[in-house]
């Protein structure tokens, strides 16, 4: 075995924002990542703000398992989880929901926000804390067509008088 076909590990730190986006749906990202780099990855919550990501596989893997991990996290616009035999494009859209609405939706034990999640087959992000003055930017996760819905869905139940769906 030479020197680049050699086993190596690398850890980095990966802030607890961005695992959400190696990681991705259904853990569509991460696998995708896995599969490309041929490595095993590891990624475990150290703390409240930063997760450690352990990397396994030969330099030439660890590399591009890397460069996949920065675009993941870099990744702004959709997002192309793909192999050869079929392609899902994701998209990513922010709709700001008014603090006096953020329970509401979110609802008993996190019970309306799941089901809008599962009926629609997205992800919903709403960052947790009271660093927020009038809004909190709820990140809706998915296939463009259910992020659209799920928009006019959420963006229904913020405009309702009761806040109840």
């Known amino acids: 075995m030479n020197r680049e076909e050699e086993v190596k590990s690398k850890t980095i730190k990966i802030s607890v ?9 259904r853990e569509k990202t991460i696998k995708f990542i896995r599969q490309q780099s041929n490595c095993k990855i590891n990624i475990s919550h ?24 920065r675009e993941a996290i870099e990744n702004k616009e959709p997002t192309k989880i793909a192999s050869n035999e079929n392609a899902v494009t ?9 603090l006096t609405k953020c329970g509401g939706l979110i609802g ?22 009271s660093n927020f003055y009038e809004t909190k930017p709820l990140q809706i996760i998915g296939e463009a067509d259910k992020v659209k819905a799920a928009s006019k869905m959420v963006e229904d139940f913020v405009n309702r008088e009761d806040g109840k769906q």
């Open 17 to 25: 924002e961005d695992v959400k986006n190696v990681i991705g749906i």
């Open 46 to 69: 150290n703390s409240l703000r930063q997760s450690e990501c352990k990397i396994v596989g030969t330099k030439a893997n660890i590399e591009r398992a890397l460069k996949l991990i």
């Open 90 to 98: 994701f998209t990513r859209q922010i709709v700001n929901i008014p």
């Open 108 to 129: 008993k034990n996190g019970k309306t926000i799941k089901e809008m999640q599962e009926t629609l087959t997205v992800e919903m992000i709403l960052p947790y804390g």
